[in-house]
């Protein structure tokens, strides 16, 4: 089970709710260790006292304030000391409509959980009363000496908590971006066209169809260069529109887009170069899938990891990124005897 990253009370009215905070999600990106070129040396970060060149123990490292060329040091109980209800009190002060907060004032997601089995009931109650209402609690509360504004929703059954940006901390898109678009003119044609692309498009979300490519290929490098194989590069960005062609490759994409199997596109110069490699692609993928099926257990052991993590890619194999060399073995053998 999963460790709460904070403990404390949660309250709405004259009601009191002890809660447990849980991270909602997890990062799985590829960690590189830093190494002196040419060796296998690890190079490392040491905490060094400028004036002396010393090292410091973490332990007689504090916090301190700059202003004028003076420190003011603050040791962390006086932090602790000045946080709201001494960091463990997560007050509700109002209830708004879920659809009053825009997107860009979400940050990071958590679940709540009751304390004690006896606080189930309150907790059900709130979950299921936010659920009715579509509405979130607004509340603050300090983790690690930081005060946090967040939201309490009810989502699938339980509670979570949404830590929120504060106001002066969103940035006026007009004062930063110099070359918004502002009045430019876009013709109906144009338009009708663009909205037939986007409804052509038009798809249900679903999150497990998505996962990190780019980390597949960097799991796929890695095994690559351990075998001493060749690396194959990513194809380049597409070429921007023009606007004397935006028309005509609005309506290429439309017609790509109508086809079977065909999602997206740069440009109407750049439609027939991009089927071509499209066909190509399919067309090999296709006879690494065929390849694939056809591999018993035994001729699938004879194959290094990453030539077994390109089948799993082939296969659509779900979890292949975090997969020892065994696991995917395991995972394309199912896989094979599900198809046939």
Known sequence: MARPVWSG????GLVSLPVQMYTATENHTVRFHQVQRGTSDRVRNKRVNERTGEEVPLDEVVKAYEEGGEYVVVEPDELDDIA???S???EITGFVDLEDVEPVFFDKTYYLGPKGEQYTKVYALLEKTLAEAGRAGIATFVMRNHQYLVA???????LTLH?????DEIRDPRKEIDNLPGRTKVTDRELKMARQLVDTLG???RPEDFHDTYQERVNALIEAKRGGEEVEKAEPPAESTNVVDLMDALRASVDRAKKPGKRGGSSAKSKSKTNAKT?????EKGKGKRAAKGQSRASLDRLTKAELYRRATEAGVPGRSSMTRD????????????AA
């Open 163 to 167: 830590t929120l940006h504060w106001a």
């Open 88 to 90: 463990k009190s997560l």
């Open 152 to 158: 309490v929703k009810a989502e699938a059954g339980l």
């Open 279 to 283: 066909n190509a692609k399919a067309t």
């Open 203 to 205: 798809m249900e979300w």
């Open 9 to 12: 009370t949660l309250t709405f």
């Open 327 to 338: 696991e995917l073995l395991d995972a394309l053998t199912r896989k094979e005897k599900g």
């Open 84 to 86: 709201p209800g001494r």
